[in-house]
């Protein structure tokens, strides 16, 4: 596992290795160290200066090193361990006292302590085979470190004589200066000779490192901050050194005439390596982004109307001309307001931006982008939050679908305005998180504040990214400690292997007579190298996986803050504002689903009361009356009837009716059910002008009133009155003249207190007489020579129906309704006898408004309102039997096609709580998909440096801006599926009309169940019975099974591909949601879903600049470019290269290495040890000694 997350490390690292084999060669370059310290810290450096100034020392190199292998990161990685555990052994203090000294954060970041003494020890071993060990160390010499290197082939240093010096140099002060009165030295050695013993080894590994701080391993803060506490560009110092002073250094110097550059990277808007000072400043800027374009702009985003080309659209490449530009400018409005928007708002939330303007022009844009808004409606081309003039869109239009886009935009605002109160929760927060950002500006926060609970409290509320850095820098520790001991524990033989080799020496023994009981290691079944105790064991456990928990425990951990100081995890601030904003989306979505089921619930209950025949409440203040013989029947001729009349001359009675109408709308859906209205309305007065018509051989009411009208206008023309004035004062007239009392007396009684119509007295009736006689049959005369009579009753005719000299079209008239229903009867009712109805429409004589022309038969919007004996009056008679016969059953018949109320209920309920449990999942997913995925490519369980597909995740980086509209609309799309098609299958499933259906074919589904299972049974026992394996045991019997069941299967697989199907939509629609999960499986023709790749691409990322051991690296990379030379030397590096080749071997076929001429090696060698030829002799005399002694010793102990 720790060596696959090496590998991960390096193919996070990698930016230009795009060919398969300098890929997985796991080698990192200057190019790819210059680009990470770019991103991740904004210091710009050329390949040189990461040659000459990181590379040079801290990777073993000296200046011309192209590029670092898995090994020597290792190395680099382990220096803070190694410092640790150096200052263990190296320091006065006794391991007791240091442990009473520490909290609980340094105790658990210890390493293990006697790593290094054990590590000698197998150097020693493997180079001396066993002369040496860390109780009796070797002289320290230059045929010692060649020896070494040839062990753990390092073959191009053998002859590098300065850097072996340099490395004896190394630890010579300490070994020859501090050796242990314990240590026992050989003949031939003098105490003052260095040799190589644990403290030698310790010194050697941790001597150039001396100024790493192992205290900003514990403490708050960001690495950047722990090696440049005040800033890049201003003094540091080195820190101190062994002989204890201290240096000032200035700016970095050059190379090569160069200096570095920290250059402005927007920080508070980097969502790669992720600079925030609060995760929660991220998540709610984009919040504020997303719902303010959810609801100030049209979820389609309006496409703007271009007037000029909308005539000229009538060919399909102007269409898409149209289109273009309607979809530039919408990407235009979308990527200037919105950057402008989440730069202003995230000002002051930079790592690496102190300015105090900077969340100062923060809270200033709260208040301009997120209340103003809200508390001051505007309409403009961009954005539109005046939904407060959505009541007129409710108001004037009943019909949405021929509403405009802003008009249903406003709508849609106005019904769900309760939800822009979210956007005040988001400004107040962000007011919040500014102000502490100013006053931790201003103010600063020390160690100890950092330490205070309630700070620490804040931070944690706030999402402190600084709080995430802290629990990284531990976990790099931990994890670099536990990788360390995980390969330290595979150098020690466990249980079952100790007793193997015990059971070797014992049956060597017995075979040889006891002879040679002390000689197990000359047989070979002594002492097995550890490093081949290590190789065999990580051979062994190369197939080995761990397992962690599931949803539950990656929520557990993550929340516990349990992962960030362990395993390092950091979840990209991009993946928790996307993730915090869906959760924030289902209350929205739920709430407009509500509001969506709630209204089709109460509409369909209002049509369903509607639609049930109840009692008529009418005013009782008021009542009317209509004349049968004036009422006409809308499609009589056609004999169809449409329920209603409309009736000429119904008269109103009561002290109320003058208040209960109101003007309608001529246009109204009322007029469906009698035609045209105006057409309607004409045809009830046909049958009397037909009637003048018979009387004057066709002769129309225009024509004789006309002839009328001039004699009226000629007669008071004389007493000086206009042409009008003399037509309004002979209708007015002539319609009092024939008045009856009562209608009289209610004009009187109506217009009381009215000044436009004066009462009617008997002086005002006499001079009317007088005026209504003005026309005569001798006004005919001259018309209608010999037939004056015919003439003037066809003019009393045409006045009684339309009451003026010049009648107009009803279309120019205005209409009524009545607000309450009113009762009308036929006038020629008795006590016992009566035919009633109500009114509807009227249009009212403009002369005696107590009387009209009305729709009878309509009340409550329902027809065939007739009721008491209209059997009497044969088209009523008729309209009633046309109902009963045909209307009653087919509405009926209708209405039961209407699910009852209970059923829409219910179907709401189970589609608002499947679509709630459906996005929950989605939410809640995220965050351990991600984290088991991080944990995944980092255990290699997902495959990266052996695997070139991983180089695809580097390419086209952009559309990881796809992810948060990716989730955000999935989980609008998802959850709307979901609710919706469990609302349908519920639906379904109670509603009359498709139960049978769905029964039935549930009956027939379950009947395939029953079959299946039945067939699972049988071939379960045809398979115990004639197959083993791959193989038949009765292969006459299996054949016939096959061939028998290929049969079946024929009819048996379509119910299995329907099933296929309908599981493909159900998971679709669940998944459609989950990008984070592929639903199309790898190598179809088409690869269409890569928002998965999205989704893995956005972990890397983050990854690559946040992976504990990249923060480690760049640590160290960071304190090289400081510190220069005096951090880090080519000698100590290859000590600790030695170091981890010597802990990890199986690292070593990871080495990158010149090709080296073996021949001249050889020769090299052997010249070096012509010189000390003598001295090697006697230290194999020494050694043959020393083993003859151990073996008597040994075999005393026996005896």
């Known amino acids: 596992k720790d060596t696959k997350e090496l590998e991960f490390l390096v193919a996070l690292l990698q930016t230009t290795h795009n060919e398969a084999e300098s890929f997985m060669d796991g080698s990192v370059d200057a190019k790819d160290v210059r680009a990470f310290l770019l991103s991740r810290y904004g210091i710009q450096l050329t390949e040189t200066q990461v040659r000459e100034v990181i590379f040079r020392g801290l990777a073993g190199g000296e200046g011309e090193d192209e590029e670092m292998d898995i090994l020597e990161i290792v190395a680099i990685l382990m220096i803070p361990m190694l410092v640790k555990v150096s200052d263990a052994i190296l320091g006065s203090d006794s391991p007791d006292a240091r442990l009473s ?125 722990d090696v440049f506490p005040e800033g890049f560009e201003e003094g540091v110092k080195i820190g101190e050194e062994t002989a204890g002073k201290s240096k000032t250094m200035n700016r970095a110097p050059s190379v090569v005439g160069e200096t570095f550059q920290k250059i402005t990277t927007f920080s508070h808007m980097d969502y790669t390596a992720d600079n925030f000072v609060h995760v929660i400043h991220v998540v709610l800027v984009w919040l504020v982004v997303v719902f303010s374009y959810f609801f100030y702009m049209s979820p389609v985003s309006g496409v703007p109307k271009a007037e000029f080309l909308e005539d000229e659209a009538d060919t399909f490449g102007t269409r898409v001309g149209f289109s273009v530009f309607g979809w530039t400018v919408t990407m235009l409005k979308l990527v200037i307001v919105g950057s402008t928007v989440s730069f202003l708002l995230a000002l002051g939330n930079g790592l690496f931006q102190k300015s105090i303007l900077e969340p100062i022009v923060g809270l200033a844009s709260v208040v301009v982008l997120v209340f103003l ?45 309760e939800l822009f109160d979210i956007m005040m929760i988001f400004g107040v927060l962000l007011v919040i998180v500014q102000l502490k950002n100013l006053v931790t500006i201003v103010f600063g926060t020390s160690d100890k504040l950092k330490k205070n609970p309630a700070f620490m409290m804040l931070e944690n509320f706030l999402g402190s990214n600084v709080k ?128 969506i089921f709630t209204g089709f619930i109460w509409g369909i ?25 004036d009422c006409y029947f809308p499609f009589e001729e056609a004999a169809f009837y449409t329920g209603v009349a409309v009736c000429r001359d119904v008269s109103l009675s009561g002290p109320g009716c003058d208040d209960l109408f109101e003007e309608a709308d001529p246009e109204s859906t009322f007029g469906s059910a009698i035609g045209n209205m105006c057409d309607s309305f004409n045809a009830a007065f046909a049958p009397f002008e037909k009637q003048v018509g018979d009387l004057l051989g066709g002769a129309s009411c225009p024509y004789v009133l006309d002839a009328a009208k001039k004699s009226v206008v000629d007669v008071l023309g004389a007493y000086n009155y206009s042409a009008e004035d003399s037509e309004l004062f002979y209708n007015v007239c002539y319609r009092y003249t024939y008045m009856e009392d009562e209608d009289i007396s209610k004009f009187n009684e109506w217009f009381d207190d009215d000044t436009y119509y004066p009462d009617i007295t008997e002086e005002t009736l006499a001079d009317c007489g007088i005026v209504a006689s003005i026309v005569s049959p001798e006004t005919f005369v001259d018309s209608y020579q010999g037939r004056e009579e015919a003439a003037f009753a066809g003019f009393q005719i045409c006045m009684d129906l339309y009451k003026s000299l010049s009648p107009r079209p009803f279309c120019e008239e205005p209409f009524y309704f009545p607000t309450e229903s009113i009762i009308t009867y036929e006038k020629n009712r008795t006590d016992t006898e009566f035919c009633y109805s109500y009114l509807s429409l009227c249009v009212a004589d403009q002369y005696n408004p107590s009387r009209g022309t009305c729709v009878i038969g309509e009340a409550d919007g329902r027809y065939y309102r007739f009721g008491g004996a209209y059997e009497n009056y044969p088209s009523i008679n008729k309209t009633m039997n046309h109902y009963q016969i045909f209307v009653e059953p087919t509405e009926q018949s209708f209405l039961s096609l209407f699910p009852a109320p209970w059923m829409l209920t219910l179907t709401a309920a189970i589609g608002i709580t499947s679509g709630l449990i459906a996005a929950l999942a989605t939410s809640l997913v995220y965050v351990p998909s991600s984290i088991h ?81 039945v067939k699972v049974v049988l071939c379960f026992l045809a398979m115990r019975t004639a197959y083993s394996g791959f193989y038949r045991t009765k292969p006459m019997f299996a054949n016939v099974f096959n061939v028998a069941l290929e ?71 960071l304190m090289k470019l400081r510190h ?37 090696l050889r020769s090299f060698v052997e010249k070096e040890n012509q010189g000390s030829s003598k001295q090697i002799q006697d230290a194999s005399e020494e050694v043959t000694l020393q083993a003859h002694k151990e073996n008597a010793d040994r075999a005393m102990e026996d005896l």
């Not at 407060?388 to 949405?400: E, K, L, P, Y």
């Not at 005013?619 to 013989?629: R, V």
């Not at 998965?1092 to 760049?1114: A, D, K, W």
């Not at 000698?1131 to 071997?1145: H, Y």
Request: proline share 4%; with cysteine.
């Open 101 to 225: 000294s520490m909290d609980e954060d340094k105790k658990r970041l210890l390493p293990p302590s006697d790593i290094i003494e054990d590590v000698l020890q197998d150097i020693l071993h493997d180079t001396t085979d066993g002369a040496y060990d860390v109780e009796h160390p070797p002289p320290l010499t230059p045929a010692l470190l060649r020896q070494i290197f040839l062990e753990y082939d390092e073959l191009e240093l053998v002859r590098d004589d300065d850097l072996i010096q340099q490395m004896i140099d190394m630890a010579s002060e300490s070994s020859s200066s501090s050796m242990d009165d314990d240590d026992t030295l050989k003949d031939g050695e003098s105490k003052s000779s260095p040799v190589l013993n644990v403290k030698a080894f310790a010194k050697a590994l941790t001597m150039d490192t001396n100024l790493y701080n192992p205290e900003n391993e514990t403490r708050y803060s960001e690495v950047y901050n």
């Open 373 to 417: 808004p809200y508390y001051m409606p505007e309409t403009n081309f961009v954005f539109n939050t005046n939904f407060s003039n959505a009541t007129n869109v409710t108001d004037s239009s009943h019909n949405t679908t021929n509403a405009t886009d802003d008009s249903a935009h406003e709508y849609f605002l106005y019904d769900f305005k």
């Open 468 to 595: 995430r850095a802290y629990g990284s820098k531990q976990a790099a520790v931990y994890k670099i400690n536990e990788m360390a001991r995980n390969a330290y524990d595979l150098h020690k033989l466990d249980e079952k292997a100790a007793e193997r080799k015990e059971l070797k020496r014992e049956v060597s023994i017995e075979a040889t007579g006891g002879q040679n009981e002390g000689e197990g290691e000359k047989t070979g079944l002594g002492d097995k190298s550890s490093r081949a105790i290590a190789l065999q064991k990580y051979n062994d456990l190369t197939d080995d996986s761990d397992e962690v928990g599931g949803v539950i425990w990656a929520w557990k951990e993550y929340i516990s803050g349990n992962l960030g100081v362990t395993e390092g995890v950091w979840l990209p601030s991009r993946l928790i504002a996307a993730n915090v904003i869906l959760f924030f989306t289902i209350f929205v979505v739920l709430y407009i689903c509500t509001m």
């Open 605 to 629: 209950e209002e049509f369903f009361d509607a639609a049930q025949l109840k009692e008529v409440i009418y005013n009782t203040d008021c009542f009317s009356e209509f004349d049968y013989n």
């Open 933 to 1013: 995925t991080i944990l995944k490519f980092r255990s290699g369980v997902i495959p990266s440096l052996k695997d070139p597909k991983f180089i695809s995740y580097r390419k086209n980086l952009h559309n990881q801006t796809y992810m948060i509209g990716s989730m955000f609309w999935g989980l609008i799309i998802s959850t709307g599926m979901v609710t919706f098609l469990t609302a349908g299958i519920t639906f379904l499933l109670v509603w009359p009309i498709t139960r049978p259906i769905v029964v039935e074919i549930a009956a027939q589904v379950l009947g395939i169940a029953i079959t299946v299972a």
């Open 1047 to 1117: 049969c079946w299967a024929l009819a048996l697989s379509l119910a299995f591909v329907a099933g296929r199907l309908a599981k493909f939509l159900v998971i679709t629609s669940f998944y459609v949601g989950r990008i984070d999960r592929p639903v199309l499986a790898d190598g179809l023709f088409v690869q269409v879903d890569k928002l998965p790749l999205v989704f893995r691409q956005n972990l890397l990322s983050t990854e690559s600049h946040r992976h504990p051991y990249i923060e480690m690296l760049g640590q160290m990379y």
């Open 1124 to 1160: 220069r030379e005096h951090f880090s030397s080519r000698a100590g590096s290859i000590w600790r290269l030695l170091f981890v080749s010597a802990l990890m071997p199986w690292l070593k076929k990871k080495r990158i290495q010149d090709d080296i001429n073996i021949e001249n």
